[in-house]
Structure formats: C-alpha cells, structure tokens
C-alpha cells in the first residue's frame, strides 16, 4: 500500500460537510486545482505540505496514514465512527443491500448532516424552553 494513496484517501474522507476543498485551500493558502490535483492522485503533497494539511486538520502525518489505511483495507475508521450521519448511512446501505458511492454517497451524507443539525437544534430548543419552565 503506497503512502500517497493513503493519504489521499484519509485527506478525502476528512473533506465532508462544510470542510470542502476549496474552503480548506483557501485556509491553507494553496491553489484549489492544486488541492483538486491532490485529491484525484494526480499530485502529491511534499512532505512538509503533508504536515501543514495534517496539522490544520488536527492530525498528525502518521495519524492521516493510518486512517487512510484501514479506509483502503475497508475497516472503519475511527473518525467514521465517530460522525453520526455516516453511521446512520453505512446501516442504511446495511439494510438496503446496496452502497452508494461517489458523489451520490457525498451527497446523501450531506443531507444526514444537515437534517441531524437541524433536529440538534431543535432538541436544544426544546430542552432550553423546558429549563426555563422548571425554573419559573
């Protein structure tokens, strides 16, 4: 298993919600075709570059092969299972008998996240408005 691939794949799996590629670019200072070209395997990141993306996601290098590791052999890393929207996917999928993939499966995580958010924000809402009649 090649370092490259795993990085990549850690690097892509990390790039979901509101952290896209071009919002990470733009906060590390690199060119979004160069963050793009790092993504589809066309380039690869010097090593102290590696570091800097690493580091701004709270990772260090060996942390982000690791991860991309056990994505490449099909384990669930510890970061999947830690986000509640692509737990709920996986046992759809699981259910369904079928997996999405690509943009679909990006896609679907992102309307998991957004309706989890939202049914967040409400329940503290609720609980708040609760509080505060216990409190009266």
Request: net charge neutral.
């Amino acid at each position: 298993m090649k370092i490259k691939d795993m990085f990549r794949a850690a690097l892509k799996s990390l790039l979901t919600g509101t952290l896209t590629q071009t919002r990470l670019s733009n906060e590390l200072g690199i060119a979004t075709p160069l963050m793009s070209a790092y993504l589809s395997g066309t380039k690869f990141p010097s090593d102290d570059r590696q570091e800097m993306i690493a580091a701004h996601l709270g990772k260090t290098h060996f942390e982000m092969l690791e991860i991309g590791k056990k994505i490449l052999e099909g384990e669930e890393s510890e970061l999947i299972a830690m986000d509640p929207a692509i737990k709920i996917l996986l046992e759809a999928e699981k259910r369904a008998g079928a997996k999405l993939s690509g943009k679909k499966r990006d896609k679907a995580i992102e309307i998991l996240r957004t309706g989890l958010q939202k049914l967040e924000e409400t329940e503290i809402e609720n609980i708040t408005n609760m509080i505060k009649v216990i409190n009266e």
